[in-house]
T-cell receptor, first 113, second 112 residues
Framework: GNSVTQMEGPVTLSEEAFLTINCTYT??????LFWYVQYPGEGLQLLLKATKADDKGSNKGFEATYRKETTSFHLEKGSVQVSDSAVYFCALGANTGFQKLVFGTGTRLLVSP | DTEVTQTPKHLVMGMTNKKSLKCEQH?????MYWYKQKAKKPPELMFV???????INESVPSRFSPECPNSSLLNLHLHALQPEDSALYLC???????????FGDGTRLSIL
């Protein structure tokens, strides 16, 4: 079946450091890929998405490229801020009718000043 | 600001109580979802409604009863819950089943 594997957290960085959160997936067919972010006490917010191979999703300085050859969708940001501290979920949606999202376990990011 | 509104934000109930969670969206989305999220875990899908009809029930116990009265509103009726049902309950919606889902901020439920 479909699955998503994310790197274990927490990831601890200083402000303005470079961020990478690894995400790999296993899926049949051609899924869509998503990154969601969850701030403390809130629901999930869609951060970015990609629907086919080589698509690059980007938003708020974050970006991720759909790599079919490595089955990966790593999240990157060039310079993190304290306000980026949150839990990040990589998710996969099968493009068959309903987006039954399969989530990774989540990666907590802690950014210190 | 989230475009999916959930009420109440917090709910404490006893195991014999009956309560309901409410979710509302005005984005014209035709698919709506209920998820359960335990602490430090990803959300787990419970139900999917498409065009106001129940499309997916992920083998959820009958003490959880969903309802979709119209295209903007989704309810989750709760009865005789167990302490292990304490969690954050998230509602989401999408334009159609194959579009990205937009989440509300959730209802934090505690069962005494």
């Amino acid at each position: 079946g479909n699955s998503v594997t994310q790197m274990e957290g927490p990831v601890t960085l200083s402000e303005e450091a470079f961020l990478t959160i690894n995400c790999t997936y296993t899926a049949t067919g051609y899924p869509s890929l998503f990154w969601y972010v969850q701030y403390p006490g809130e629901g999930l917010q869609l951060l970015l998405k990609a629907t086919k191979a080589d698509d690059k999703g980007s938003n708020k300085g974050f970006e991720a490229t759909y790599r079919k050859e490595t089955t990966s969708f790593h999240l990157e940001k060039g310079s993190v801020q304290v306000s980026d501290s949150a839990v990040y979920f990589c998710a996969l949606g099968a493009n068959t009718g309903f987006q039954k999202l399969v989530f990774g376990t989540g990666t907590r990011l802690l950014v210190s000043p | 600001d989230t475009e999916v509104t959930q009420t109440p934000k917090h709910l404490v109930m006893g195991m014999t109580n009956k309560k309901s969670l409410k979710c509302e969206q005005h984005m014209g989305h035709r698919a709506m979802y209920w998820y359960k999220q335990k602490a430090k875990k990803p959300p787990e899908l419970m139900f999917v409604y498409s065009y106001e009809k129940l499309s997916i029930n992920e083998s959820v116990p009958s003490r959880f009863s969903p309802e979709c009265p119209n295209s903007s509103l989704l309810n989750l009726h709760l009865h005789a819950l167990q302490p292990e049902d304490s969690a954050l309950y998230l509602c989401a919606s999408s334009h159609t089943g194959d579009q990205p889902q937009h989440f509300g901020d959730g209802t934090r439920l505690s069962i005494l």
